[in-house]
């Protein structure tokens, strides 16, 4: 679109004029003839500028963001520059980093696992991973998707690993040693390792398959997400991004890091409409059994009966937010809004995302950065308004 195509420079100098012409410059295509087309032209002009806007900052290379709906999707576009130095700009084609949004998709090709009858949420891990540690109390599947099994996060500068691992098993030897912190159940501490431990049940429930098959075979295939893939450092991805990470208030090359060790957890790449279409299969067609998708979406409890924020791999309402946007009441007028919603962020190095899926005005939003560390334009709040303008008509 215009704003993915100009620079930055040029967008700064002409967005007031742009905005004043938007609908003869975007929308000429089709004439309106109803007041949904109205509605429509409307949210889409409104968050157009909201991105527009957004993609101006020095520290914000490229934005990708896509909403879809029953019928699919309703409107994307990318903004800005997926390579900055080469400038190429961001399409909707671009893959992405989308980080920990990795969860949900590995828990959807878990769960239609589950769904066969390949595996027990409530087993011991051991029953699929015969080599994790016997000095650990028995974990199972359901509180590893949900947070509450004790395994650390990361540690040090592990986030920056750039060592591969050949298989998923091998990438266990991080952390499998490591002390669990608390007993299995008895509390919730969000750890990415623990959907590492989970990729490797999925190979040992599936018993043929290694976890990108499962991947592509379980998810990516039967969603038809052609703009998905595993971020693999040296091979040669059509249309993938350029990471970036603000440093001292300046945009620089992120460093190479290595997902190996975290495909299940945070190693995809995608594009914004795939993710957006993937939310939309939880509430739209056969994808998953209804019964399956609402455990997906119940919030776990504890031992002790407590609940916390996340379901199977999906992060379950705002709540886990409101404290931190407390002072922003626009974003706390707008999680009021959408009361009935399931999410997951992402953070990578090179890359932060945020994806809601609204169950109530059936909408799914992504946005994507391909940077990390700018304090430009928080993806949830830009999500949250994307949301709410498409969910007017």
Known sequence: MISSLLSKK??????????????????????????????????????????AKDVQSDTVPGISVAIAGREGIIWAEGFGWADVENKVPVSTRTKMRIGSVAKPLTAAALMRLYDEGKVDLDKDIRSYVPDWPDKHDAVTLRQLTSHTAGIRHYEG????????????????DIFNDSPLEFAPGTDFSYSTYGWTLISAAMEG?????????????????????NDTAFDEPYEIISNRQRPYSVQEGKLVNSPQTDHSYKWAGGGFIASTSDIARFAMAHISGDYLNQETVEQVFRKAKTNDGKTVDFGIGWQIGFDRYRESYADNAEAIRLMNEHPNSVMHSGGSMGGTTMMILCRDHYRAVVVVKNVSGSQVGRPLVLALKTLDAFSQH
Not at 157 to 172: A, G, H, I, K, W
């Open 10 to 51: 040029a967008v700064s100098i002409l967005l007031p004029s742009l905005l004043l012409t938007l609908p003869c410059l975007g929308f000429a295509r089709s004439p309106v003839k109803t007041a949904e087309d109205v509605s429509l032209l409307s949210a889409t002009e409104i968050a157009h500028a909201l991105f």
């Open 205 to 225: 429930a599936d018993g043929g398959r290694s976890f990108k098959q499962i991947m592509e075979q379980e998810v990516f295939t039967p969603l038809n997400m």
């Open 157 to 172: 500068n592990e986030f920056l690993s750039n060592q591969s691992y050949p298989t998923v098993t091998s990438s266990l």
